[in-house]
């Protein structure tokens, strides 16, 4: 059986070049392909923070139904944006190697406001928190769009400077001058990886898909969002998390975070573990998390993220 694999996207640059990316390597495999661009409700409204609109998985929830309709075969997503339950038919079908992880700031060329006050843009709880943890005298302000949005609206605007994903800048050759990496701000999970869900029944597609999996990206994420997952986080609590491969070591070196919405409480957990010692390393992780403050402080946030 041969068919034309239709590949479901979101329309902005980023998600268009996330969607031909994966187009090409299938292409590349002898498959044949086209792209389905679909607008999702996370673009559409961009005037309120992302946790105020109490949908989880808002990139992803108008692909997963055209999926469900039949209207396209696959999806491709910033793996960061998808719910770590993914709705009842749809699987995971590959996890494609992971890019940059880390997070970075954007600034208008001075940056004398680290010492002093200044203003900084992001509509991300966990950059926020961590931004606060480090920064109690900023002010952070709600910053919403796809990134070419964003970009501009930091340009017009008496902002210092922005916190972007240095992964998506980069895939579309956005990345300006002007930047500097926050190596002490943990990632949120799964940042820098692109997943390719299909329908649990499509075996044809499926199979294609896998092909393009990365094994050490599949399980790095797969410990970040079991992370997630275990804290009852969805996406948009001050959550962070890495974990990463040592080949010399051959162990999983894995950072966690849960912060409080304001950044004040900070609860951490740092391990290493040998390679077979994966699986179960996320929710290991996570209880550690809840028994040392995390389950009181999850309760919190959600209390106050429900006001």
Known sequence: MSKTIRIGTRDSELALWQAHTVQKKLNDLGYTTEIVAVKSQGDIILDKPLYELGITGIFTKTLDIAMINGQVDIAVHSMKDVPTALPQGIVQAAVLERANTLDILVHKGNLDFLTTTGTIATGSLRRQAQWWHKYPSHQVVDLRGNVNTRMQKLAES??????????????????????INLDWMIPAPAQGAMLVVAMANDEFTKDAVS?????????????????????????????????????????????????????????????????????????????????????????????????
């Open 158 to 179: 008496d902002w210092n400077g922005a916190v972007f994903a240095a992964a998506g800048l980069e895939r579309i050759n956005l990345k300006p001058e002007n930047y």
């Open 211 to 307: 092909q393009l999996n990365d094994i050490e990206t599949e399980i790095c994420t797969y410990i970040e969002r079991q992370f997630l997952k275990t804290l009852e986080g969805g996406c948009t609590a001050p959550i962070g998390a890495l974990a990463q491969y040592d080949e010399e070591k051959d162990t999983i070196e894995f950072k966690g975070v849960l912060f409080s919405v304001d950044g004040k409480q900070k609860i951490e957990i740092e391990k290493s573990v040998d390679i077979s010692e994966w699986k179960k390393l996320g929710f290991y992780s996570a209880q550690e998390i809840l028994n040392n403050g995390g389950a009181e402080l999850m309760t919190k946030i959600k209390a106050t993220l429900k006001k």
